[in-house]
């Protein structure tokens, strides 16, 4: 009796490594308040609020140490679905907490919505110049 015995060998010839960013669909863009824009609680945003960017920046002025203080932008979503309004910031927790009071409300696509940032300054925030993030998750 006679065998066979064949031996395969798989070569690999190229790897791909690939990286991706998995996102809800939601793109947003916003613009913030100006004196000839000025945004209070009762604003209505819509396209004609300002210029939409997706980098805004917020200008707080001075704030004492131990108030609450204040900013409102306006908020567009952009993509292809909903966004349910999440932030986080960089600030430091020695200079007090941001919070939103917009904070798990939805943002429809091509819907708009006034934000406000509230900012409690710790009574011992150290004094002088401050520069944070907030971030939409």
Same mark, same amino acid.
């Given at each position: ?12 010839f ?18 913030t ?16 609020s300002?210029t ?7 200008g707080?002025g ?7 203080a ?15 309004v999440?932030?986080?910031?960089n600030?430091?927790l020695a200079?007090?907490t ?5 904070? $798990?409300? /939805?943002?429809? @696509? +091509? &819907?708009?919505?006034? =934000? ?5 300054? $710790?009574? /011992?925030?150290? @004094? +002088? &110049?401050?520069?944070? =993030?907030i971030?939409?998750?």
């Open positions: 009796m006679v065998g066979l015995a064949v031996e395969v060998y798989a070569t690999t190229l790897t791909v490594n690939n990286t991706a960013t998995i996102q809800t669909g939601a793109s947003l863009q916003a613009t308040c100006t004196v000839a824009l000025p945004c209070t609680a009762s604003t209505t945003c819509t396209a004609s300002g939409y960017s997706n980098a805004p920046t917020v707080w001075s704030v004492a140490q131990g108030t609450m204040k900013e409102f932008i306006c908020v567009q979503n952009i993509g292809t679905s909903s966004y349910v999440s932030i986080t910031s600030l430091a200079d007090g941001i919070t939103s009071p917009q904070s $798990s409300q /939805t943002i429809a @696509t +091509g &819907g708009f919505l006034l =934000v406000e940032f509230d900012w409690a300054v $710790s009574a /011992t925030a150290t @004094t +002088g &110049g401050v520069t944070f =993030v971030t939409f998750q």
